[in-house]
């Protein structure tokens, strides 16, 4: 998270291209889940390849701002760093989307603003009533999916304890992006950070025995929707809303990413979330959603749930 403050705007006044984009973006990201619940490639070479196609999407858009040569060695350094945690939050988020079903992973990665809050207090600022009591709730939620998986099967709870550490490592990702964006756009930043994100991912690839390409045309086909959907009609779309609109609208509407994603992951997969789980979900993104709109003890510049 970046030092200004977010705007605490409502919705008024959104342009009706923007409400489309909104829509857009929210279907891209939604698709994400599903998709990557649907694939057997390794879990490193799905990332690198979806990585590298945004990557590769973005760079024209970035070489023409022609900010690269004015990006301090401070600013290297940091959209490195935000890269890594990318991978990094990645591996953990694909990883769950094969353990745990779509509705309890995407639902308990949201929870990424709360260790977004955290780290603000642990950097001795003030975190207001609001956001404790969001964070109070977001974690019964969490109690109460995690308690019925487990009941479940050990691989679900798992899965969830997997998705909870890839909220941690989304918040490091946008934490240390907050370091960089005070200096260049956010599609130079991004551009940055996917190609660092699919080296750091090739690099563990060279650790395994899992092949790059040797995967059938039905893999491929759903990475592809991966880098189509999620990273250039999801990301991409609201990347471009955040030049004009107030990011605590854009980052509540990044939570309908759950019932997108649930919706379809009953549509492709036949995936029913437990009726015991669904007043966790509530309960989670309830709390989620009173620590994203405290705009005076969370900052956010970009949504970016690169999931």
């Known amino acids: 998270m970046s030092a200004p403050e977010i705007a605490t705007s409502g919705a008024k006044g959104i342009k009706p291209a923007d409400i489309g984009r909104l829509i857009i973006g929210i279907f891209g990201i939604g698709t994400s889940g599903p998709l ?13 390849w979806r990585n590298l196609g945004g990557a ?11 900010e690269w040569h004015r990006m301090s ?76 998986d487990w009941q479940l099967s050990t691989r ?37 950070c996917y190609f660092v994100c699919a080296a750091t991912c090739f690099v563990v690839v060279l650790f395994t025995d899992a092949p790059i390409i040797d995967y059938p045309r039905y893999e491929w086909l759903l990475v592809l929707g991966l880098i189509v959907g999620a990273q250039i009609l999801g990301h991409t779309m609201f990347n471009q809303v955040l030049q004009r609109v107030s990011p605590t609208v854009v980052s509540l509407i990044v939570f309908f990413e759950l019932p997108v994603g649930a919706l379809l992951a009953v549509w492709w997969l036949d995936q029913i979330p437990p009726a015991g789980v669904i007043p966790g979900l509530i309960l989670l993104l309830l709390g989620s959603g009173l620590v994203a709109t405290k705009s005076a003890s969370l900052q956010v510049d970009q949504v970016q749930k690169n999931d």
């Open 73 to 148: 060695r401070n600013a290297w350094l940091w959209s490195v760093i935000a890269g890594v945690f990318l991978a990094l939050h990645f591996i953990c988020f694909f990883a769950s989307m094969r353990l745990t079903s779509v509705a309890s992973g995407v639902a308990i990665t949201a929870v990424q603003p709360i260790f977004a809050a955290i780290w603000v207090r642990m950097r001795g600022a003030k975190v207001a009533m609001q956001v404790w009591l969001g964070m109070a709730i977001s974690m019964v939620g969490v109690l109460i999916i995690t308690g019925i």
């Open 36 to 48: 990557i619940a649907l694939g057997q490639m390794a879990v490193p070479v799905a990332i690198f």
């Open 56 to 66: 590769l999407f973005s760079l024209p858009f970035a070489l023409r701002s022609g």
């Open 156 to 192: 679900a709870l798992v899965g969830d304890l997997i998705a909870l550490l890839g909220a941690a490592l989304s918040a490091a990702y946008v934490i240390s992006g907050g370091h960089v964006l005070r200096e260049i756009s956010t599609t130079t930043y991004t551009t940055v």
